[in-house]
């Protein structure tokens, strides 16, 4: 079965900072990840996504992710966060159809 | 906005009671996916319809059952609410019944179970 582990819960940052949401999966299998954000009171939007392929992928509205399969990471990045960026954060992986979510990742940006 | 549709947007009913959320896919948009959110469980994937018929399955109770009707819109019925049952439901669709398909999640139906 496939998993996926966001390491930090809540992230806060200062803006203009970077900021780096981690996320780590396990799967026996090639898989097959994805991004999504949500704003508050909001469905989930996508960010970004790996499928195959340039291991780094960008997304909207300036974020990045970079597939590792040899640490099984797809680390989210920005090099400048904005106050509009506060949000909730899901990593996801699917091998067939399901997408299985991590518990997500709280990003504050402080102004 | 997605393209993706869900009604109601909030149900407030009490325990023991029976309701209905609707979805209307993506135009286009052969694959119906239907997840929970709550607090303590986080994302979980229920079930998955394929242009009528049921794909996958997830963490789906038997106390609660989908269809996908012929005009591809999607309904998810739950029944014997419990406390427990509170959370947000989120519909999402995509093109395809495959992996390498995006989802488009609808805005949900926060349902609250008194």
């Known amino acids: 079965a496939q998993s996926v582990t966001q390491l930090d819960s809540q992230v806060p940052v200062f803006e203009e900072a970077p900021v780096e949401l981690r996320c780590n999966y396990s799967s026996s299998v090639s898989v097959y990840l994805f991004w999504y954000v949500q704003y508050p009171n909001q469905g989930l939007q996508l960010l970004l996504k790996?499928?195959?392929?340039?291991?780094l992928v960008k997304g909207i509205n300036g974020f990045e992710a970079e597939f590792n399969k040899s640490q099984t990471s797809f680390h989210l990045r920005k090099p400048s966060v904005h106050i509009s960026d506060t949000a909730e954060y899901f990593c996801?992986?699917?091998?067939?159809?399901?997408?299985?979510f991590g518990k997500g990742t709280r990003l504050s940006v402080i102004a | 906005d997605s393209g993706v549709t869900q009604t109601p947007k909030h149900l407030i009913t009490a325990t023991g009671q029976r309701v209905t959320l609707r979805c209307s896919p993506r135009s286009g948009d052969l694959s119906v996916y239907w997840y929970q959110q709550s607090l303590d469980q986080g994302l979980q994937f229920l079930i998955q319809?394929?242009?009528?018929?049921?794909?996958a399955k997830g963490n789906i109770l038997e106390r609660f059952s989908a269809q996908q009707f012929p005009d591809l819109h999607s309904e998810l019925n739950l029944s014997s609410l419990e406390l427990g049952d509170s959370a947000l439901y989120f519909c999402a669709s995509s093109a395809t019944g495959t992996g390498d398909g995006t989802q488009y999640f609808g805005p949900g139906t926060r349902l609250t179970v008194l």
């Open positions: 996801a992986v699917t091998p067939l159809t399901p997408l299985v």
């Open positions: 319809y394929y242009n009528g018929e049921e794909r």
């Open positions: 790996y499928l195959s392929g340039s291991t």
